[in-house]
């Protein structure tokens, strides 16, 4: 089937319409970054660049590293934007850009997010690195696709019944990491993790400026949830809708977390910049190795 021009909106110069790329430039390995100005820092390590390309938040950087050929690409915050850069990726490799058809054999890529995070157990430390296992979305993305066969609902329902979820907010839903992937990226330096990934950096993660939330008790709750041997570690807004998708796409995804915050007890790190070179060094050679 021939996809329209209304749903496959390619560019005048054939480009996809949000990442103004082209199929040949962008690898099958590809970290994601949320700050576009983070492109660069990771960037700066490759042996060559050979695309630099960017429209509105997503910047795109596709180079060489050891012999590896890998792209860097920034989606911005929030699932609403991962929807779009993940959509596109995948048409990327997988839609003949000349007959807007699917593919007929499918490219599968490797997909490593480079983020930070807070961590709502005071025995996380501030500056560590922690790769997501699973993640759970209080964004509705995954709900408006096809998706309960990569969902866990039997964690979703344990987590709705222990916060007494409030029932005009989005249906959470649970989503893994390619264990595959994630196996090249452990080691000893590395927490694994089950984050929640929120719709917002403020009232959703339970800050409070000047507006009251709606349960001022939920990060509590959240901290406190345990199914078998799993509990939620840390917040960021991205993490549920890369791997649901990745998953939905026939992708692989891994989150890595660079702790910024500690909410428990409201320690901040003193060198973010620092932390997060560290954790993009780390990322390079374990997956140029």
């Known amino acids: 089937m021939q996809l329209s021009p209304s749903e496959f909106i390619l560019n005048a110069d054939n480009s996809i319409y ?80 000349h007959t807007r058809k699917i593919k007929a054999e499918l490219t599968k890529l490797d997909i490593i997010r480079i ?3 807070g961590a709502i157990h005071a025995d996380i430390p501030v500056d560590s690195f922690l790769m997501s296992e699973y993640a759970i979305g209080f964004d509705s993305l995954l709900q408006f696709y096809d998706s ?28 893994k990491y390619d264990e595959d992937l994630g196996s090249k990226l452990k ?36 901290a406190a949830f345990r199914y078998n041997d799993l509990k939620i570690t840390n917040l960021e807004m991205e993490t549920s809708g890369i791997y649901g998708l990745s998953k939905l796409l026939g992708h692989r995804a891994v989150s890595m977390n660079c702790i910024l915050a500690n909410r428990s007890n409201g320690e901040f790190s003193k060198d973010p910049a620092g932390s997060t070179e560290r954790l993009i060094k780390y990322t390079l050679e374990k997956i140029t190795q």
């Open 18 to 97: 949000h990442l103004n790329l082209l199929p040949e430039d962008i690898a099958k390995t590809i970290i994601t970054v949320g700050d576009p100005d983070r492109v660069q820092e990771v960037s700066k390590y490759f042996d060559t660049i050979e695309i630099k390309k960017g429209k509105r938040e997503f910047y795109t950087h596709t180079g060489t590293l050891n012999g590896k050929r890998i792209s860097v690409i920034s989606t911005g915050i929030g699932t609403d934007n991962i929807d779009i850069v993940f959509n596109e990726l995948d048409a990327l490799v997988n839609i003949d850009f």
């Open 115 to 117: 983020g930070t995070s």
């Open 148 to 175: 309960g066969h990569v969902q866990h609902p039997e964690i979703q329902k344990a987590f709705m019944e222990h916060t007494r979820w409030f029932e005009h907010k989005s249906t959470p839903y649970v989503v």
């Open 187 to 222: 080691s000893d330096k590395i927490l694994l993790g089950f984050t929640a990934t929120n719709v917002g950096f403020y009232g959703p993660q339970g800050r409070k400026l000047r507006l009251d939330t709606q349960d001022n008790a939920l990060n509590g709750k959240l």
